[in-house]
């Protein structure tokens, strides 16, 4: 056993060592029993949480209203949750009052699936009064108890539904799945918060096909509490294979590209799912440097001239950044598969930005104070215009990324730009 482990292994211990009973339960119970790699311990306990807090050197109040006491085994944190009964639910999410019991088996019996309801004492034995790993087994995902119930206890448990579904690659069982499809006009109480956090675990989990496929089937992101673009989906599912993509942000850019949501709308999408400012800046240049290469290619359509696209392509970067092209690129291929489109760019769009000599202001051989003492004048916004031309030129091929010959250039296009002021 891992160090991980063992640290859990010496919380339960030292709890039954005090005439407490004592468990792993939960997440790792379920992962280590499928031989997956398991992130945290989590400890259920008869002990309250004043009788943890005493009992171990170094401990955090982190829920104490749950009954929820995080315990430090070196650095390793483990929380160690009394158990509990949930008293009334209030607005469709879990209740702020608990009930401590001294008893696994109804601790148990308020989690969501079965075989998230599984506990594991400090011999390995495993306690599963709900038969969760026959239903894993049998490759189904079942609530605990009647689906309806729990789903109306608490909404975020379609979603959490939706995700250990894909994720662990399940069929959700027949009764569970009719509750969610019931139930799901409930998600309208729940914090867009939380529905990104699922969202996010979803298409960023290890099948987010099916987590794609599931929330069409399901329909519920037409129910979110406040109405997001993403729910077009449900009448349309996208062709695309999101599986070869990596990560949430390059699978989101893909379904909004498919889609073709404008990057404005993407942007307030990310926005009510509470994504931080760089994931929706990650996601909103991808889609608006996709827009940007689909109308100047508008423009020039018709016009074979050779090099076109890459000019195009090279602006576009510019503009947008390498970082988001890489991105758009990828999408691309992926999209190639499904669709006709922008072949070119999926297979050239890579060669070209590793052949740009530079892409931003900072990778050019020249500053702002070079390009002012030689034209021996004081700054002005045509400044930044000047630069932004010799940039272009530069990574168009038709200046050298040399200081000299931007020096010259600048001298050649100073007139002209002050003309423009
Ligand atoms: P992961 O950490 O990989 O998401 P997990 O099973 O550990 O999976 P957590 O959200 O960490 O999930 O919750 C730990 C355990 O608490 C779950 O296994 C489940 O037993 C219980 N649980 C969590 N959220 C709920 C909920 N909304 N309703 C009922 N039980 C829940
Ligand atoms: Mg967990």
């Known amino acids: ?72 085994i070196g650095r390793t944190p483990y929380e160690v949750t009394t158990f509990r009964k949930e008293g009334d639910y209030e607005g469709f999410r879990r209740p702020s009052e608990v009930e401590y019991i001294d008893n696994l088996q109804e601790d148990l019996q308020r989690r969501d699936f079965t075989m998230n309801a599984m506990a594991m004492d400090q011999d390995g034995q495993l306690i599963d009064p709900f038969h969760g790993m026959d239903d894993v087994r049998a490759g189904i995902l079942r609530c605990v108890g009647h689906a309806a119930e729990r789903f109306s206890e608490d909404a975020l448990r379609m979603l959490r539904c939706l995700r250990f579904a894909s994720e662990y690659g399940l069929r959700i069982e027949d009764s569970t799945w009719q509750a969610l499809l019931a139930g799901k006009t409930l998600l309208r109480h729940i914090a867009m918060e939380r529905v990104r956090a699922e969202l996010e675990r979803m298409l960023g989990g290890r099948n987010p096909d099916l987590a794609l496929q599931l929330l069409v089937d399901s329909g519920v992101l037409d129910h979110t509490k406040q109405e997001l673009q993403l729910a077009r989906i449900v009448g349309a599912k996208p062709k695309t294979e999101l599986g ?57 359509s018709g016009d074979e001239e050779a090099g076109t696209l890459k000019r195009i392509w090279i602006l576009t970067a510019l503009r947008y950044g390498v970082e988001a092209m890489h991105g758009l690129r990828q999408v691309y291929r992926q999209l190639a598969n499904s669709q006709e489109a922008d072949v070119h760019w999926s297979q050239e769009g890579e ?33 930044g215009r000047l630069l932004g031309e010799l940039l272009e030129a530069v990574a168009l091929g038709l200046l050298p990324n040399d200081q000299e010959a931007l020096l010259e250039a600048a001298q050649l296009n100073y007139a002209k730009i002050r003309e423009t002021e």
């Not at 379920?30 to 311990?41: E, H, I, M, S, W």
């Not at 404008?262 to 889609?287: G, H």
């Open 244 to 300: 070869s993509l990596p990560g949430s942000l390059l699978r989101l850019a893909c379904l909004y590209i498919e889609m073709q949501i404008d990057s404005a709308a993407v942007e307030e999408d990310l926005r009510l799912l509470t994504f931080s400012k760089q994931q929706i800046e990650a996601v909103r240049s991808m889609v608006a440097a996709h827009e940007m290469l689909h109308s100047l290619n508008e423009q020039s």
């Open 1 to 72: 056993p891992d160090q991980l482990q063992q640290g859990a292994l010496q919380v339960v211990k030292r709890l039954v060592g005090q005439g407490y009973q004592a468990y792993l339960v939960g997440g790792c119970v379920r992962d280590g029993q499928l031989g997956r790699p398991v992130k945290d311990y989590d400890i259920a306990t008869s002990a309250k949480p004043e009788q943890v807090q005493a009992l171990f050197e170094r401990t955090i109040p982190t829920g104490l209203q749950h009954g929820t006491v995080t315990v430090l």
């Open 351 to 383: 060669a070209w930005l590793h052949a740009l000599p530079a892409s931003k202001l900072s990778e050019l051989q020249v500053t702002g104070q070079l390009l002012l003492a030689r034209l021996d004048t004081k700054p002005g916004p045509w400044l």
